[in-house]
């Protein structure tokens, strides 16, 4: 090759590249006593922070480890790559933020993601079946990547939706004896005269049924999504789970709902970075936080805020994470009772959740909730102060953390005074209501627990999102109908678009427990009846789960599950069935009352349990035939819904060790 060629091939061949280059200059700070004493691991570890371009002089920094979820490729506004949802679509923006913060505290900070799918995207999809097991797996490598850097003096975890950030508290709940902190990666604004990410799930059954035009429904799809990050617009499990993870004092004060991509939200990203430094500081740790009593704060504010059902699984499963007690279903009943739903906040209210953010978020819910008596104010919280410092911070204005910056004081004031300027009409006491509002408003409290012959451990309703107007003046939510029966969402999809499933009916919809499919969601069905005209006419009862936008009268988490030996898979086509709830004293019961041979005959519940014991399950109930194998796995391993479907480690060992005597 000439010398003409070879310039002509060094510049512009992509095959030509430098085998070896010149090292670096400098040497690593490390002590002969290190080499001799340290693990190897933590001299390549430095190694690798300066083959990484880390100034090898400051390679003895102290090291913090930041996990987010992100997804997504942005190189500045442009996108590059898709993520599997605008959640996480800008939490590596954070994270650089969040890292620059570390950075100027004279810190070493440390960077990996697990990102997370979308509930949304899977409804109706073998892909919904991985989502609840997802949890608990993703949960398990953020623990593992924790663990991979083994001098870390803390933790920040950044997520923002259904599974990524319950996993990602459950990773750091794990975290006991070091400090963590959850950064919660925001909201999504909507989108003026737009409906929202919930409403807009629902366009196929309004589409079928003509009640909106297909031109609507691609204007509608097209502008939904406001802002291209943040979780969805409305209270549902990304946006609960932000509340929780504040309401359990693992986030800064009025962190949860921020609007992602704003000016404030890249403030909380650097003031939670610092935080965690100054947690780190003053030696406390995650079992300091996550307590008991922070469970319990976190149950409360879940129920005043009207959260999503979904919490009912993720926040046992964090307590379990944190080696707590889990919360019993009694409990849930009596936190229920006693607290107020305050928030008027979609799918259940008025406003999104940037609205509920603007008025003030969960410190402002926190002020009622500690008027009434039913906070736990001694808690530690990551402002290294206790719930009650942080709320009479809020509330008088003033310094929430050593390192503020003056222009975020009295955030209180500012923040309300900004949703009044955007949406004069949306006044904060009308977004957080006071209790003597509320009431006055006749907002009913977030969830009953039916029980019943259908129902032998217990169901799930959120009976604060049933209809009004199907609610007498005794708060009494009352169906007696016919059953109408199926063994797969997908069937009663196609019944309730093409007209099969009747105003009156009562949806019974079976083996979508955890050994059916994973426990699936079942928005697409909740979501119908709820957009769909006639929808508030019909009931559903099933052993599934539902998304946390669902409302209306949809009864899940139905214990035993079908596939289990529960009654619910012995209901056949035309049954009566009769749902009772009290909206009010949140007690409620879901039974079986005449059999379809003759309905019009009421049975004694002897009579009812002689039916039950005669009649064999469902003849098409069946595990889902694409349900995976370690969703198999995970299911066998199950004791029931109200222990947060977790991996509990003693309990697979006993299974396994049963097994295995089995076999000797």
Known sequence: MSNKDKE?????????????????????????????????GDIFGKIQDAGMRWNHKDVNQSEFLIMSTAGGLKNGEETLALGMHSGHFELGDAAKVAASAFKSRSTKPYYVSVSDPCDGRTQGT????????YRNHAATVLGDLRRSLPNRKGVMGIATCDKGLPAMMMALA??????????????????KGIKDLGSVQSLPSLVSHREITLAEAQSQGCASCG??????HFLGTAATSQVVAEALGMALPHSALAPSGGKIWYALAEDSALALVNLAENNIYTSQILTQDAVYNAMVVHAAFGGSTNLLLHIPAIAHAAGLKMPTREEWENINRQTPRLVNVLPAGKYSTAHVYAAGGVPEVML???????????CLTVTGKTLGENLDVWEQGGKMYAWEAENKRDRRKQVRFNLQ??????????????PEAANKANMKSTLTFPTGNLAPEGALIKSGAIA??????????????????????ANAMKAINHGEVKPGQIIILMGTGPSGTGMEETFQITGALKQLSFGKEIALITDGRFSGVSTGACIGHVGPEALVGGPIGKVQDGDIIEIKIDCDNLSGSINLIASHSNPNVELSEAEIAELF?????????????????????WAATQSGIWEGCVQDADRILKIVKAGIDALK
């Open 227 to 232: 802002t291209p990050g943040g979780g969805c």
């Open 174 to 191: 794990n975290e006991a004896d070091l400090p963590t902190i959850i950064m919660p990666g925001g909201v999504t604004l909507i989108a």
């Open 421 to 434: 300027t955007f949406n004069p009409d949306a006044h904060p006491d009308k977004v957080i209501l006071s």
């Open 368 to 378: 009622h909730l500690r008027k009434l008596g039913l906070l736990k104010e001694d």
């Open 126 to 133: 073998t892909g919904m079946m991985n989502s609840l097991a």
């Open 468 to 489: 009004p107007e199907m609610i007498d003046d005794n708060g009494i939510y009352y169906k007696k109908g016919v059953a109408k029966v199926f063994v797969s969402e």
């Open 8 to 40: 002509h091939f060094q510049e512009n061949s992509p095959f030509y590249f430098p085998l070896e280059v010149t090292p670096r200059k400098g040497r690593l700070p490390i002590s002969r006593e290190d080499y001799e004493n340290k693990p190897s």
């Open 613 to 633: 014991s005669n009649r064999l399950p469902h003849p098409q109930l069946r595990p889902h035939p694409e349900l995976p194998n370690d969703i198999k796995i």
